[in-house]
């Protein structure tokens, strides 16, 4: 079947703009991650959704960042008004579930979309 | 916090070379442990796992065992391949929080020389 799937998957932008970054996970995965790929941070967590419930948001860098996940499916990514330092790899995964345990639910990535900002 | 720290690449071998990558974690309780594979144009994988101490995961020639004593997950792999060559990632995710969110180490090149 189809894997997690991103787009853009380039997008280049002047400082200051708005960028829309959106994630289509497998069908049926009810957990949905965001992730920022860095040269300066690595690769760290951003924000998760597991089904209805209200979203883990502990990870985004500042409040110009946001997301949404419309139906339990497609999530997009928003960054307002942005920075240089905002130009990195944004990740996206999903997974069966999230819940907590020692079973772990594997997360499927994405591709990416590579986010430049001048 | 919890965290991830991993050798810094790049790491060069040349073909049928042994491969360690060295990982070691901090976390407040008792994580599982992953390693990642990107390779060249594509996607994170997962290569292997182990949620307990002492559990050994394994895929594709790669090995890794859960060491609580030293906090580590070290990577290895007896005899590489040029279609080795990717970055991997050490990360784990704290089974005590909800989401099973992962903490990744920085990644580590491997360029693998025929």
């Known amino acids: 079947g189809a894997g997690v799937s991103q787009s853009p998957s380039n997008k280049v932008t002047e400082k200051g703009k708005d960028v829309e970054l959106r994630c289509d996970p497998i069908?049926?995965?009810?957990?949905l991650y965001w992730y920022r790929q860095s040269l300066g941070q690595g690769l760290e967590f951003l924000i998760y959704?597991?089904?209805?419930?209200?979203?883990?948001k502990s990870g985004l860098p500042s409040d110009r960042f946001s997301a949404e996940r419309t139906g339990g499916s497609v999530s997009t990514l928003t960054i307002q008004r942005t920075q240089q330092e905002d130009s990195a790899v944004y990740l996206c995964a999903s997974s069966p579930s999230g819940t907590s345990g020692r079973t772990y639910n594997e997360q499927f990535f994405g591709p990416g979309t590579r986010l430049t900002v001048l | 916090g919890n965290s991830v720290t991993q050798m810094e690449g790049p790491v060069t071998l040349s073909e049928e070379a042994f491969l360690t990558i060295n990982c070691t974690y901090t976390a407040t309780g008792y994580p599982s442990l992953f390693w990642y594979v990107q390779y060249p144009g594509e996607g994170l994988q997962l290569l292997l796992k182990a949620t307990k101490a002492d559990d050994k995961g394994s895929n594709k020639g790669f090995e890794a065992t859960y060491r609580k004593e030293t906090t580590s997950f070290h990577l290895e792999k007896g005899s590489v391949q040029v279609s080795d060559s990717a970055v991997y990632f050490c990360?784990?995710?704290?089974?005590?929080?909800?989401?099973?969110?992962?903490?990744f180490g920085g990644g580590t090149r491997v360029l693998v020389k025929p």
């Open positions: 990360a784990l995710s704290d089974p005590q929080a909800a989401g099973n969110k992962l903490t």
């Open positions: 069908s049926g995965h009810t957990a």
């Open positions: 959704f597991q089904g209805n419930s209200a979203p883990d």
